[in-house]
């Protein structure tokens, strides 16, 4: 058994200012997506691929995750509380970001790059795919630091005791999941993307990939509070929105392998 550190939320104190892990979690994950953007360019020679497109893409993406991220944070799990606390919306440097959020703000904001940039919207998702994993995986270090997102009470040798919330040893599942949504899935879809693969391929198996991974996740992850807990069926609201994007991604990599076979 093991107890939680407890690390102090800021990284550093500047002054009157206060630079908090979890930013420093973001700021990496944006890193993390331009450098191996850049290496998938150049290892795809793409013509109409530079940096300065690269660049481009990483700025709409930043804003289709935080928005995206932090309107699905309170429309999904806590609607009732910012409705109460309206000035905390913009309080994103203490947590609070739903994936699933972020995940349908990128699709919009994608949606737009490609169209400003004449791209096909699916061959823009298939490229992006890959570079999305490890960036996921550091924000789930981020919610560890925070000592948020904890798991459920377990028996198990290596639960931990997260002192900010009881004493009793609970599932690390922000450590589960920075396992299988970070390096797991991002291993899968590096080395399946690193051959031609019929167009929607990829995207499909990081939906069906990202979905398996928080499904099975979230029976060791403690539900989420405000006015969910467990759903029905004994499902979180986390498996509920994950169940579509399974569904959607082995849908998508049907359609890619049919599609590609009429050719």
Known sequence: MFVHP?????????????????????????????????????????????????DDLLFYGIFGVVLGGRLGEILFYHPAYYAVHPLEVFAVWQGGMSFHGGFLGVLGAMAI????????????????????????????????????LWGRPTDVAWGMIFPNVDNVPRHPSQLYEFALEGLALFALLWLYS??????????????????????????????DDGIFGL??????????????????????????????ATF
């Not at 973001?26 to 020679?45: K, N």
């Not at 167009?199 to 992850?221: I, Q």
Request: glycine share 12%; charged share 15%; no cysteine.
């Open 6 to 54: 407890q690390f102090d939320p800021v990284a550093i104190h500047l002054g009157p200012f206060a630079v908090h892990w979890y930013g420093l979690m973001y700021l990496l994950a944006f890193v993390l997506f331009l450098w191996l953007g850049r290496l998938r360019i150049s290892r795809l020679g793409r013509p109409k691929w530079d940096n300065k497109m690269m």
């Open 113 to 148: 790059f490609a169209r400003q940039h004449k791209l096909s919207w699916l061959q823009l998702m298939d490229f992006v795919a890959p570079l999305v994993p490890l960036g996921l995986g550091v924000g789930r270090i981020g919610n560890f630091i925070n000592a948020e």
């Open 194 to 223: 690193n051959r031609p693969r019929p167009m929607g391929a990829v995207s499909g198996l990081f939906l069906v990939g990202y979905g398996s991974a928080r499904f099975f996740v979230e029976y060791t992850r403690n539900p």
């Open 231 to 260: 759903m029905s069926l004994g499902i979180s609201m986390g498996q509920w929105l994950s169940m579509p994007m399974m569904a959607a991604g082995l849908g998508l990599m049907l359609w890619a392998q049919r599609k590609s």
